[in-house]
């Protein structure tokens, strides 16, 4: 919770940034100091910064969030119910405001959407309050990263900041955890298996974004299919992506089930909803690949003949990335969120600012008529290195417009950059990417040259790699002669069983047949 004092007579402006588990307006507030919620800031559509959105609502005030969240929030709070404690929807509804410029939300107070990465459409919320003749400004990153999402722009750190309220969340494993989700499933399907990951809704998204581009980099044509919410988040959002097809409402499951396709559908752990009907049709199936892409916390489902295994989907930055925000933005004070004991101590007297790292409920002041406000427990020195390392003059601005006061707006952007949102596409590419066989003819002789050499202690691969590709090419050749050539593709089925999997039934050959096979690989 935000306060301003001194913009209305005898009223304290207070403003709630997100509503997660067990968010008690009531008792944030001092209905005898004259305190009432001015707004409700939304950064994005995920569990734990909407759940309590319902029973947060105030005083008439506003819920803004970024034109994607608002597009979306009917269908998440929908869905949300289901599964959670959501209520008053309708209200939470009839109160929703996108907002995509600066926004005045009482005289003296602004309030401005900026990227956040983390997920489609996720948001900062950077205020700028009125204090005689300068703005004060406050920044509210809300979950971020540097990264983009699914075409959606990161954190900006070139924004003019004197209070950075930061969500301290880091994971130092992120872009290796996504690589490996994008290759498990890329490595299944193109294996010919069916494969369902089971999501939620917006992460989702981000998984289709990432292996539709991705297969269309590579050139390879895998259907995608996004059932139920997923599906619906998809078509709000407004997205267009190679080889993804959206079917929100289905009778049919078998339509999404097919051998070297992919099926994305919620909730993460198909014990319901759509990914549980889907679930169902591959349960019995030793060829099928489920794959669970979870937030942690989540027991995955193991039982079943089809492969399954769960990966954990926790987009947040390093802390080395959270150490180079604060340093560019230069704040006064760093207020810490999202991070509690040790893992919010590790902040405090890290930076050339006021850290607020604690775990009370209570309220601090950090700005007021004689100045800015250090917590209670900081020393003199540190009161010295702050004021000589941070600029307090504030900014010196007319008024609050775009043009004053520019700030990126939170809309997706047209290229696409896997790299940029964090996959490893060289190991990717090492893998999958299909690539030509190269003859390499430097060594050859011009035409009419007849001139003999010794090569007769050589091998093929020493003499020329171009006469090394010619002899392979010759061997396959002899191999396709002497025998029936059916194409298959290779499945690990784990536990130390490889199983070739058929593109087209063998006439005479039963189970339990030997065969004798012949093998070429096929470069991909």
Same mark, same amino acid.
């Given at each position: 919770?935000?306060? =301003?004092?001194?913009?209305?007579?005898?009223?304290?402006?207070?403003?709630?940034?997100?509503?997660?588990?067990?968010? #008690? @307006?009531?008792?944030?507030?001092?209905?005898?100091?004259?305190?009432?919620?001015?707004?409700?800031?939304?950064?994005?559509?995920?569990?734990?910064?909407?759940?309590?959105?319902?029973?947060?609502?105030?005083?008439?005030?506003?819920?803004?969030?970024?034109?994607?969240?608002? &597009?979306?929030?009917?269908?998440?709070?929908?869905?949300?119910?289901?599964?959670?404690?959501?209520?008053?929807?309708?209200?939470?509804?009839?109160?929703?405001?996108?907002?995509? &410029?600066?926004?005045?939300?009482?005289?003296?107070?602004?309030?401005?959407?900026?990227?956040?990465?983390?997920?489609?459409?996720?948001?900062? =919320?950077?205020?700028?309050?009125?204090?005689?003749?300068?703005?004060?400004? #406050?920044?509210?990153?809300?979950?971020?990263?540097?990264?983009?999402?699914?075409?959606?722009?990161?954190?900006?750190?070139?924004?003019?900041?004197?209070?950075?309220?930061?969500?301290?969340?880091?994971?130092?494993?992120?872009?290796?955890?996504?690589?490996?989700? @994008?290759?498990?499933?890329?490595?299944?399907?193109?294996?010919?298996?069916?494969?369902?990951?089971?999501?939620?809704?917006?992460?989702?998204?981000?998984?289709?974004?990432?292996?539709?581009?991705?297969?269309?980099?590579?050139?390879?044509?895998?259907?995608?299919?996004?059932?139920?919410?997923?599906?619906?988040?998809?078509?709000?959002?407004?997205?267009?992506?190679?080889?993804?097809?959206?079917?929100?409402?289905?009778?049919?499951?078998?339509?999404?089930?097919?051998?070297?396709?992919?099926?994305?559908?919620?909730?993460?752990?198909?014990?319901?909803?759509?990914?549980?009907?889907? !679930?169902?049709?591959?349960?019995?199936?030793?060829?099928?690949?489920?794959?669970?892409?979870?937030?942690?916390?989540?027991?995955?489902?193991?039982?079943?003949?089809?492969?399954?295994?769960?990966?954990?989907?926790?987009?947040?930055?390093?802390?080395?990335?959270?150490?180079?925000?604060?340093?560019?933005?230069?704040?006064?004070?760093?207020?810490?969120?999202?991070?509690?004991?040790?893992?919010?101590?590790?902040?405090?007297?890290?930076?050339?600012?006021?850290?607020?790292?604690?775990?009370?409920?209570?309220?601090?002041?950090?700005?007021?008529?004689?100045?800015?406000?250090?917590?209670?427990?900081?020393?003199?020195?540190?009161?010295?290195?702050?004021?000589?390392?941070?600029?307090?003059?504030?900014?010196?601005?007319?008024?609050? &417009?775009?043009?004053?006061?520019?700030?990126?707006?939170?809309?997706?952007?047209?290229?696409?950059?896997?790299?940029?949102?964090?996959?490893?596409?060289?190991?990717?590419?090492?893998? !999958?990417?299909?690539?030509?066989? #190269?003859?390499?003819?430097?060594?050859?002789?011009?035409?009419?040259?007849?001139?003999?050499?010794?090569?007769?202690?050589?091998?093929?691969?020493?003499?020329?790699?171009?006469?090394?590709?010619?002899?392979?090419?010759?061997?396959?050749?002899?191999?396709?002669?002497?025998?029936?050539?059916?194409?298959?593709?290779? #499945?690990?089925?784990?536990?130390?069983?490889?199983?070739?999997?058929?593109?087209?039934?063998?006439?005479? @050959?039963?189970?339990?047949?030997?065969?004798?096979?012949?093998?070429?690989?096929?470069?991909?």
């Amino acid at each position: 919770m935000l306060r =301003f004092e001194g913009l209305i007579p005898d009223q304290t402006v207070a403003v709630l940034i997100d509503a997660g588990s067990g968010v #008690v @307006v009531d008792d944030l507030l001092d209905r005898s100091a004259g305190e009432y919620l001015t707004a409700v800031c939304l950064t994005h559509a995920h569990l734990d910064h909407y759940e309590s959105l319902g029973r947060a609502i105030r005083d008439g005030a506003p819920i803004l969030a970024t034109p994607s969240t608002a &597009s979306i929030l009917e269908d998440v709070l929908a869905a949300g119910k289901e599964y959670y404690d959501i209520t008053e929807t309708d209200t939470v509804l009839e109160r929703l405001e996108a907002c995509s &410029s600066w926004t005045r939300l009482v005289e003296g107070l602004h309030v401005h959407p900026v990227p956040a990465g983390h997920a489609p459409g996720a948001c900062g =919320f950077l205020f700028a309050v009125r204090d005689d003749d300068v703005y004060r400004t #406050v920044l509210a990153t809300g979950d971020f990263t540097r990264r983009g999402a699914a075409g959606y722009p990161g954190l900006p750190t070139d924004l003019p900041v004197d209070v950075l309220v930061l969500t301290g969340a880091t994971n130092s494993s992120f872009e290796t955890e996504a690589t490996e989700i @994008v290759e498990s499933i890329t490595e299944r399907v193109l294996a010919g298996a069916p494969v369902l990951a089971c999501t939620s809704a917006l992460t989702g998204v981000q998984v289709a974004y990432w292996l539709g581009h991705y297969f269309d980099q590579i050139d390879e044509h895998v259907p995608i299919r996004l059932a139920g919410h997923v599906a619906n988040v998809y078509d709000q959002l407004g997205y267009e992506v190679p080889s993804v097809k959206s079917v929100p409402v289905f009778d049919d499951p078998t339509q999404f089930v097919a051998n070297g396709a992919l099926a994305i559908a919620g909730p993460e752990v198909p014990v319901g909803g759509s990914s549980a009907r889907l !679930f169902e049709q591959l349960r019995t199936d030793a060829n099928a690949f489920v794959l669970q892409v979870t937030g942690g916390g989540t027991e995955p489902v193991t039982a079943g003949q089809c492969t399954t295994t769960a990966s954990v989907f926790s987009n947040h930055p390093t802390r080395e990335v959270v150490d180079e925000v604060v340093a560019a933005y230069d704040p006064v004070h760093v207020v810490v969120v999202h991070q509690h004991n040790e893992a919010a101590d590790c902040f405090k007297d890290h930076y050339d600012s006021y850290v607020w790292a604690t775990d009370d409920a209570d309220e601090y002041c950090l700005f007021d008529r004689t100045g800015w406000q250090g917590p209670p427990w900081v020393s003199e020195r540190t009161v010295r290195k702050v004021e000589a390392n941070t600029d307090t003059t504030g900014h010196l601005l007319d008024g609050i &417009s775009e043009s004053t006061l520019p700030v990126p707006t939170v809309g997706r952007t047209p290229s696409v950059d896997l790299s940029e949102e964090g996959l490893h596409l060289d190991g990717l590419d090492e893998r !999958f990417q299909q690539t030509e066989p #190269v003859v390499d003819t430097s060594t050859s002789s011009p035409p009419g040259d007849t001139t003999s050499q010794d090569d007769s202690s050589e091998t093929a691969d020493e003499r020329s790699p171009g006469l090394a590709d010619i002899e392979r090419r010759l061997d396959a050749i002899e191999t396709r002669l002497r025998a029936d050539e059916f194409e298959a593709r290779v #499945v690990d089925a784990q536990d130390g069983v490889t199983l070739l999997r058929l593109d087209d039934e063998i006439d005479g @050959v039963s189970h339990g047949d030997r065969v004798t096979l012949s093998l070429e690989l096929v470069d991909r």
